[in-house]
């Protein structure tokens, strides 16, 4: 009697943790189309959420037709479409939110921004208060602080679930390093740490297998402006939108992983960090080891040279002001 309800504890554990509803919130979007496509890739999304102001059900009637095993649903722009999109989610990725024009700073986005990741994250609060929560809408740098001052406020909020999505800088990083050096990519795991913002984004080549690159500027400056190239390129139509779904999905796939109980998955992204907290700085990016909980244990910054010491003390600067920015908006606008 003791051992059948043992296995079947244990059957239905299993069962329940490898049932991953997966939410996304601007789905209809330059990032959020192919994010959810490629979520509707990955055999470790069982239920794909679709939600977005405008064409989730239209988006969401596309992807159910490919033929993989997850349920695809596309909810109305209404709360209760947006509650359901919610309920039960285990991942919820947020690209909703205007992109760069050509000539303006992720910072230039915060008025439109911060309102909609704001009310978004209140949903959230509300409907999947345990849910990790991937925010990819920029300023990335303000809106996590936004999004924990809501959680806050509703007596809700769990450092260990919200994350700011940086791995598009790791994912450039490392392309650009091979291009340079004429290898694969997937052999360069370059950390980038910091924030997810010009000065703020950090690379740190002196922990690569190239520790010489810590001084090519022209390097250093690609990846934390990397992101102007493609605005420019795309003149007026946006920003990075596919590479930026690859790096998501990636992200997700990280904690689904993690969440199912596969060890040492580490992904560098902004959290709720102890790490620079006795300069008032509540939120950084590095690479932090991802487990069935969320944040499973943030690691130092490790070994750095003078150069990289320098571009940490420049990206401080900015990154306080970007975080303080986020919790005096949610004060004003509750
Ligand atoms: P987009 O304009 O193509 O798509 C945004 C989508 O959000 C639209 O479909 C829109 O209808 C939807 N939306 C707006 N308000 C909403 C709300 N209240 N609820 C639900 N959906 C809503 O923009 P794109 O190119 O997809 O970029 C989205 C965001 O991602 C931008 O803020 C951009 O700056 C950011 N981004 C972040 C990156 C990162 O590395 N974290 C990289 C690239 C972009």
Same mark, same amino acid.
């Given at each position: 009697m003791f051992m059948a309800s043992r296995i079947q504890t244990r059957a239905f554990s299993a069962s329940a943790r490898n049932l991953s509803k997966v939410t996304v919130l601007g789905a209809a979007g330059g990032i959020g189309q192919p994010l959810s496509l490629l979520l509707k890739l990955n055999p470790k999304v069982t239920d794909l959420a679709l939600y977005d102001i405008r064409g989730a059900p239209g988006v969401a009637a596309d992807i159910s037709?490919? #033929? $993989?095993?997850s349920k695809v649903t596309g909810y109305e722009p209404t709360p209760s479409g947006l509650a359901s999109a919610l309920k039960g989610a285990e991942v919820v990725l947020i690209p909703a939110g205007v992109p760069r024009k050509p000539g303006m700073t992720r910072d230039d986005l915060f008025n439109t921004n911060a309102s909609i990741v704001r009310d978004l994250a209140k949903a959230c609060a509300e409907s999947c208060p345990e849910a990790n929560i991937l925010v990819i809408a920029n300023p990335v740098n303000s809106t996590v602080p936004i999004c924990a001052e809501i959680f806050k406020a509703r007596g809700v909020y769990n450092p260990k679930r919200l994350f700011g999505v940086t791995t598009l800088d790791v994912v450039r990083a490392s392309r650009f390093v091979s291009e340079i050096k004429d290898t694969d990519p997937a052999d360069e795991n370059i950390t980038v740490v910091g924030g997810h913002s010009g000065v703020t984004i950090v690379p740190l080549?002196?922990?690569?297998?190239?520790?010489?690159?810590? $001084? #090519?500027a022209e390097l250093i400056n690609r990846v934390q402006f990397g992101g102007d190239e493609v605005v420019k390129a795309k003149d007026g139509a946006g920003s990075a939108t596919l590479s930026m779904a690859m790096a998501g999905a990636r992200m997700a796939e990280s904690l689904l992983r993690a969440s199912h109980g596969e060890k040492g998955i580490v992904e560098p992204t902004f959290v709720d960090s102890p790490l620079y907290k006795d300069q008032g700085i509540d939120f950084f990016s590095s690479r932090v080891e991802l487990g069935p909980n969320g944040v499973e244990k943030i690691l130092p910054l490790g070994e750095i040279n003078d150069a990289e010491k320098k571009l940490v003390e420049a990206c401080l600067g900015d990154l306080k002001k970007n975080i303080e920015k986020g919790v005096a908006f949610v004060a004003a606008n509750p």
């Open positions: 037709h490919i #033929n $993989t095993k080549f002196s922990q690569s297998k190239h520790p010489e690159l810590s $001084t #090519n």
